[in-house]
């Protein structure tokens, strides 16, 4: 189960660019607009009110703080503003009334009046006049009496504050950039977590490739201990299930293009051949094969040569071209075909995939298209007993994987498993670790060869330098394959 530690980290990653991009358009645009808005000052002044003269100074307090909200209440009135207004040609009560506001503070006899306005000395000189006219009209109508504490001419605006209002800006693009984030992964259709592809398609994760960052792409497979280890994994699930249930036809496949198929297919034969088994690997993607560049071998005659050749002279060859690794072969695609899904569906396929299932191979591992975008896929699956179905977790939804368990699953093939690539989720930490502090032996590809192979494949011939060197060679370029 996946920490949910790890599924915040991971979102954190995935939307940090949207996080950021609503900071900064949020917080730039609210600090560019309150930079150019025109500063607003307060001017601010104080009433004291003292109510009758009782025959004690409690008695006139007490008066005084009940009546001090009713008289504040009466100086946004129409008698207190009309002499104001009369000074002022061309101002309405109502702008004057939106200029004010009137505070009454509790328990105190004071009355805090303020008045904001573009223009300082205007809002002073208003704030000093309103006071005045409330104070005549209190002094001389009501029992009360009112002192005036005049207002000073602000200096400082009240707002914009740029700073501040950038950082509400901010808040405000943060807020809105999380309430997408959450919508998108609502709609969004991929992977949550690896335990998913046993919940929702009911398939087990024979390993989880983690995602390579820039310059891990340009080192061999060897140089990452994460993913060689992966791989590993992956080349020992599938001698486990076939101790189980034997096999020996394997398609490597995904549901749509781009996600690493023929990658994980090269990576699995090599390290199934590295432990002593020999492999034939077949690049079976007549319409885009990959393969003949990666291992530097002639593309021809390849499958689709063999499959013309059988439809001219029904003489099959299936021989794939040695590599490097003594039990490695290849088969390539050959010449590209205009009738691919055609080609494969005939009969004369048939025979091949006959022929070949009964090759002096342990495992026959495939590459083939992706199984949604074209036919090939489906085609191939009824000739090919296993089936690995190859997971981008970074794009591809579930719906699409779920489209592809059922196309695959209207064919012969048994689906063994998924292999998640390119994994988002930060759950190798303690896996780095553990592989940073395990001690590597420099030791030579050769000795790795000899120890793994057994004494048969040893007796057969030994590994000369040269052929170490171009094995070395051969692994710097695992990571390379174009990912069709």
């Given at each position: 189960?996946?920490?949910?530690?790890?599924?915040?980290?991971?979102?954190?990653?995935?939307?940090?660019?949207?996080?950021?991009?609503?900071?900064?358009?949020?917080?730039?645009?609210t600090?560019?607009?309150?930079?150019?808005?025109?500063?607003?000052?307060?001017?601010?002044?104080?009433?004291?009110?003292?109510?009758?003269?009782?025959?004690?100074?409690?008695d006139?307090?007490?008066?005084?703080l009940?009546?001090?909200?009713?008289?504040?209440?009466?100086?946004?009135?129409?008698?207190?503003?009309?002499?104001?207004?009369?000074?002022?040609?061309?101002?309405?009560?109502?702008?004057?009334?939106?200029?004010?506001?009137?505070k009454?503070?509790?328990?105190?006899?004071l009355?805090?009046?303020?008045?904001?306005?573009?223009?300082?000395?205007?809002?002073?000189?208003?704030?000093?006049?309103?006071?005045?006219?409330?104070?005549?009209?209190?002094?001389?109508q009501?029992?009360?009496?009112?002192?005036?504490?005049?207002?000073?001419?602000?200096?400082?605006?009240?707002?914009p504050?740029?700073?501040?209002?950038?950082?509400?800006?901010?808040?405000?693009?943060l807020s809105?950039?999380?309430?997408?984030?959450?919508?998108?992964?609502?709609?969004?259709?991929?992977?949550?977590?690896?335990?998913?592809?046993?919940?929702?398609?009911?398939?087990?994760?024979?390993?989880?490739i983690?995602h390579?960052?820039?310059?891990?792409r340009?080192?061999?497979?060897?140089?990452?201990?994460?993913?060689?280890?992966?791989?590993?994994?992956?080349?020992?699930?599938l001698?486990?299930?076939?101790a189980a249930?034997p096999?020996?036809?394997?398609?490597?496949?995904?549901?749509?293009?781009?996600?690493?198929?023929?990658t994980?297919?090269a990576?699995?034969?090599?390290?199934?051949?590295?432990?002593?088994?020999?492999?034939?690997?077949?690049?079976?993607?007549?319409?885009?094969?990959s393969?003949?560049?990666?291992?530097?071998?002639?593309n021809?005659?390849?499958?689709?040569?063999?499959?013309?050749?059988?439809?001219?002279?029904?003489?099959?060859?299936?021989?794939?071209?040695?590599t490097?690794?003594?039990t490695?072969f290849?088969?390539?695609?050959?010449?590209?075909?205009?009738?691919?899904?055609?080609?494969?569906?005939?009969?004369?396929?048939?025979?091949?995939?006959r022929?070949?299932?009964?090759?002096?191979?342990d495992?026959i591992?495939?590459?083939t298209?992706?199984?949604?975008?074209?036919?090939?896929?489906?085609?191939?699956?009824?000739?090919?007993?296993?089936?690995?179905?190859?997971?981008?977790?970074?794009?591809?939804?579930?719906?699409?994987?779920s489209?592809?368990?059922?196309?695959?699953?209207?064919?012969?093939?048994e689906?063994?498993?998924?292999?998640?690539?390119?994994?988002?989720?930060?759950?190798?930490?303690?896996?780095?670790?553990?592989?940073?502090?395990?001690?590597?032996?420099?030791?030579?590809?050769?000795?790795v060869?000899?120890?793994?192979?057994?004494?048969?494949?040893?007796?057969?011939?030994?590994?000369?330098?040269?052929?170490?060197?171009?094995i070395?060679?051969?692994?710097?370029?695992?990571?390379?394959?174009k990912?069709?």
């Amino acid at each position: 189960m996946q920490n949910p530690l790890s599924r915040y980290m991971m979102l954190a990653k995935r939307w940090a660019w949207l996080l950021i991009l609503g900071v900064v358009i949020c917080g730039g645009a609210t600090y560019a607009v309150s930079k150019i808005m025109r500063p607003t000052y307060q001017a601010s002044t104080t009433l004291i009110l003292t109510v009758g003269t009782g025959p004690s100074a409690y008695d006139t307090t007490t008066a005084t703080l009940e009546a001090l909200p009713t008289y504040a209440s009466l100086i946004p009135t129409p008698i207190v503003l009309n002499p104001v207004l009369a000074q002022h040609p061309g101002l309405t009560i109502q702008q004057l009334q939106g200029m004010m506001t009137v505070k009454p503070q509790s328990n105190t006899q004071l009355i805090e009046l303020d008045v904001e306005n573009t223009n300082p000395v205007l809002a002073a000189q208003l704030a000093n006049e309103i006071s005045q006219s409330f104070a005549q009209y209190a002094n001389t109508q009501l029992s009360g009496t009112i002192k005036v504490l005049p207002a000073q001419t602000p200096i400082v605006p009240i707002k914009p504050k740029p700073a501040l209002d950038a950082a509400i800006g901010a808040l405000v693009g943060l807020s809105l950039a999380i309430a997408l984030i959450i919508i998108f992964e609502w709609l969004d259709g991929r992977l949550a977590d690896p335990d998913e592809v046993e919940e929702k398609l009911g398939l087990e994760t024979l390993t989880i490739i983690p995602h390579l960052s820039r310059s891990e792409r340009n080192k061999s497979i060897e140089e990452i201990p994460v993913l060689a280890e992966r791989c590993r994994t992956l080349s020992s699930s599938l001698n486990a299930i076939q101790a189980a249930k034997p096999f020996k036809l394997v398609m490597v496949t995904s549901a749509l293009p781009g996600e690493g198929k023929s990658t994980v297919a090269a990576n699995l034969a090599y390290f199934l051949a590295i432990t002593g088994k020999r492999v034939l690997l077949v690049d079976a993607n007549l319409r885009q094969p990959s393969l003949d560049q990666h291992f530097q071998l002639d593309n021809h005659p390849g499958l689709a040569d063999a499959l013309l050749e059988t439809w001219a002279h029904l003489d099959i060859n299936i021989d794939g071209q040695p590599t490097e690794i003594p039990t490695l072969f290849v088969l390539t695609g050959g010449a590209i075909p205009a009738n691919a899904a055609d080609m494969l569906s005939s009969s004369i396929s048939k025979r091949l995939f006959r022929n070949l299932a009964e090759a002096p191979y342990d495992y026959i591992i495939f590459d083939t298209p992706p199984v949604l975008p074209v036919a090939d896929a489906q085609i191939l699956a009824g000739f090919i007993e296993t089936t690995i179905l190859v997971i981008d977790a970074s794009k591809t939804s579930l719906k699409s994987l779920s489209h592809a368990k059922q196309v695959l699953n209207r064919t012969s093939t048994e689906i063994l498993g998924v292999v998640i690539n390119k994994s988002p989720w930060p759950d190798y930490g303690d896996i780095r670790h553990y592989m940073s502090e395990v001690r590597q032996p420099k030791e030579s590809l050769l000795s790795v060869m000899q120890t793994e192979m057994s004494p048969d494949d040893r007796s057969n011939g030994s590994i000369d330098k040269s052929e170490e060197n171009a094995i070395t060679a051969s692994i710097r370029n695992h990571n390379q394959i174009k990912e069709d």
